[in-house]
């Protein structure tokens, strides 16, 4: 899955946990986001990319009491890889899809003091969505 990944942990704050193998992910993370940015859930496609975000599944909550979202921005591989942006239509299809990638990962981390290593985060998705792994920074 090439995408971006922006959440937040229990005492950490917001981070882009995976960067879609852009060396600054905020960029196209904003352009998909623009004028959808305090929307709690959404499934938005634009051009070949879906922006999906949705509030955590368990209900987590930061040391603030605020409800931990994520935001992805899904891209069309770069490879031979079936594109997932063009199996997500809504927010549930995107629960059903991208959440396993990432929601064990996702429980190791969330509670950490720290933000996770992106190495960590990259390693785990890949191994979750059945890809080879490798040293690229998606």
């Given at each position: 899955m090439r995408a971006i990944w922006a959440t937040r942990g229990r005492s950490?704050?917001?981070r882009f946990l995976?960067?879609?193998?852009?060396?600054d992910p905020l960029p196209p993370?904003?352009?998909?986001f623009s004028g959808v940015e305090d929307e709690p859930r959404l499934c938005v496609r634009v051009g070949d990319?879906?922006?999906?975000?949705?509030?955590d599944p368990l209900g987590r909550r930061d040391a603030a009491g605020r409800v931990i979202p994520h935001d992805f921005v899904i891209f069309k591989p770069l490879d031979d890889e079936e594109p997932l942006a063009d199996?997500?239509?809504?927010?549930?299809?995107?629960?059903?899809?991208?959440?396993?990638l990432v929601r064990d990962v996702f429980a190791q981390v969330?509670?950490?003091?720290?933000p996770p290593d992106p190495a960590?985060?990259?390693?785990?998705?890949?191994?979750?969505?059945?890809?080879a792994p490798n040293t690229t920074n998606s």
């Open positions: 950490w704050g917001f995976l960067d879609g193998e852009y060396p993370y904003e352009r998909v990319q879906v922006a999906l975000r949705f509030p199996k997500i239509h809504s927010v549930e299809e995107g629960l059903e899809k991208v959440w396993p969330w509670d950490t003091t720290r960590i985060i990259r390693a785990a998705v890949r191994r979750n969505s059945g890809q």
